[in-house]
């Protein structure tokens, strides 16, 4: 018996557990005990046979990645091969490098579920340091933030001028397929990226995140200076310094200034001045001039980052970095397959098969939800928290509340951010010891420009106000209420005429906008910062063309 018209789903799913390494026993013997459970076939993916499987099997491992020995000949090959698979190609030329845009089906339906009216992330250069060929992804976020690439960009160097052609193409084929999709906002992680390009394709905010220079910064800490104390005490001046550029201009200087405080780790500091001072004025006017993303965003990445270095850079032949029809090769196939099998249900079943590319699970930001505050206890500058998997073991923090804390879990100390610094950060913002992550910092910021309009803008204070009483709400249900705090049931608009019937005055609605109270937790605002803005901008335009109109009639 054939298994004639197996679904989608079920082809892909068999194809990426052939890819992983997935026996075709262990698949059948899944699939019927599957089937039995339901008490026998009903459908016709109940119907797939061990033949169709072992076929498949024998025809990935016959088929190879060098189809000619020159590799821009190989390429092409491949591209005219899965032509569904691309969306934009540029072959070499005397004045351009090779540009090669991949996006399978399952890849669009992703970017179109989880990126309409959400984020979409830049991974911009993974494996410079190693491939001819460095990977830029494109990635969505699914319901629990975790990063799901979308697309992969294949470009032997980073080039600004790239960008538009690319993105023009990639978001063609997205509107193609659903002419309703529109992002709230584009996280870029490289301050050269082309801003401009980016806003004038997708037409939506750009925020910037900072956590590959925080992590290349945490790693060769870790790595140059012994003394644990020291450590904290650099990593504390450097989250000073970023968070007094971010605050806005005039404060450019700060990390330049903290090369000359910093003189306790020489080693550090040499390779700081030596890789980083040349990137400084860049990266600040970035900092300057644009949003930063959320620690979750941030979390969320560090971990795209970890599971595609598991999955990409893993083979014992190093020469082969150096093809790109090596690299298109793994990235459509083993790893494109680990990434579909993280978002399939059933994965569990084959739990004990798994390798550690198989990396996943909730992102460290996620992690520390799950540890209750009994098992923070905060020590003078120090925190002690106990996390999920060995209860007996308590993990010191140092510059607890702080995103630059060293704690000296394994995961930490490979210069990434862990969950026990996020429990830490979070347990400090409930007890209110220290300030709002800088994103909630720049969003109030924002937020009060809205609420500091000229009395004859009213209207955009009050829907200002009370937008920002409903936002704090959402956030609420999503963390849980501060505590005291009384449950109101407001949306937008009944928030809204409510505001104007409580604020009679002028001076009386300036001082309840001031009073108006900002979330502490650091959650993902980064859209909401930005619909609020282009809602107080509306309601100004309309309420201008309004006043026009008054005068034009008055003169008649």
């Keep these: 018996m054939y298994a004639p018209y197996i679904s989608e789903e079920l082809r892909l799913r068999v194809l990426s557990l052939l890819h992983v390494g997935v026996s075709v026993e262990t698949i059948m013997q899944r699939h019927n005990e599957s089937v039995e459970k339901q008490g026998g076939p009903c459908n016709r993916d109940d119907l797939l046979t061990h033949r169709y499987v072992r076929r498949q099997e024998r025809s990935i491992r016959r088929s190879t990645y060098e189809l000619d020995e020159d590799d ?6 491949w591209v005219e091969s899965h032509q569904n698979n691309v969306f934009f190609y540029e072959d070499v030329s005397d004045s351009d490098p090779l540009v090669l845009g991949i996006q399978t089906e399952w890849q669009l339906q992703q970017m179109i579920q ?9 991974h911009s250069e993974f494996g410079s340091n190693k491939l001819k060929y460095p990977v830029q992804t494109l990635v969505v976020f699914n319901s629990e933030n975790k990063a799901i690439p979308v697309a992969w960009i294949i470009t032997p160097r980073f080039a600004s001028r790239d960008i538009h052609r690319w993105m023009r193409a990639l978001y063609n084929r997205v509107r193609a397929k659903d002419p309703t999709w529109k992002l709230a906002g584009f996280v870029v992680d490289e301050p050269s990226a082309d801003i401009l390009a980016i806003r004038e394709v997708f037409h939506c905010s750009i925020l910037i995140c900072f956590w590959h220079v925080r992590h290349a910064w945490h790693k060769n800490l870790m790595k140059r200076c012994s003394e644990m104390e020291t450590r904290a005490e650099i990593a504390k001046k450097l989250g000073q310094a970023v968070n007094k550029v971010c605050k806005g201009p005039g404060s450019a200087s700060a990390l330049e200034d903290f090369t000359e405080d910093a003189v306790d780790a020489a080693e550090f500091m040499d390779y700081f001045k030596a890789i980083w001072y040349p990137k400084l004025g860049t990266w600040a006017r970035a900092l300057e001039t644009l949003p930063l993303a959320s620690q979750e965003t941030c979390a969320a990445m560090e971990f795209y980052h970890k599971q595609l270095k598991l999955r990409l850079l893993n083979e014992k032949d190093k020469s082969v970095y150096e093809r790109a029809d090596w690299l298109v090769n793994k990235l459509g196939n083993k ?8 978002e399939y249900s059933g994965k569990a079943d084959f739990a004990r098969y798994s390798k550690g590319e198989w990396l996943s699970g909730p992102t460290a930001w996620r992690k520390s939800l799950m ?8 020590e003078g500058q120090c925190a002690k928290v106990i996390g999920l998997k060995d209860q007996d073991k308590a993990h010191l923090v140092l510059n607890p509340g702080s995103e630059y804390a060293i704690c000296d879990c394994g995961w930490s100390k490979m210069g990434n951010l862990c969950e026990h610094v996020f429990k830490a950060i979070k347990f400090c913002r409930d007890k209110g010891s220290v300030t709002p992550s800088m ?3 720049q969003y109030s910021k924002a937020l009060i420009k809205i609420l500091n309009c000229s009395p004859f803008d009213s209207l955009v204070r009050d829907h200002a106000a009370s937008l920002a009483v409903w936002v704090q709400m959402q956030l609420n249900g999503q963390i849980g209420p501060e505590k005291d705090q009384e449950t109101v049931n407001l949306s937008p608009d009944n928030a809204t005429s409510s505001q104007v019937e409580n604020q009679t005055t002028d001076e009386n609605l300036c001082r309840n906008a001031a009073q108006v109270v900002i979330p502490d937790a650091d959650m993902e605002v980064d859209s909401s910062m930005d619909d609020t803005l282009d809602t107080a901008k509306n309601l100004r335009s309309s309420d201008d063309e309004s006043k026009n109109s008054d005068a034009v009639e008055q003169n008649a």
Aim: glycine residues 2%.
């Design 114 to 122: 989880f990126g309409n009216c959400r984020l979409v992330a830049y």
């Design 439 to 441: 994103s909630m910092f």
């Design 72 to 77: 821009v000949v190989s390429i092409s090959l």
């Design 371 to 378: 540890i209750p505050d009994s098992h923070v206890n905060i």
């Design 335 to 342: 790893v494109y397959s680990y990434f579909w099998l993280d």
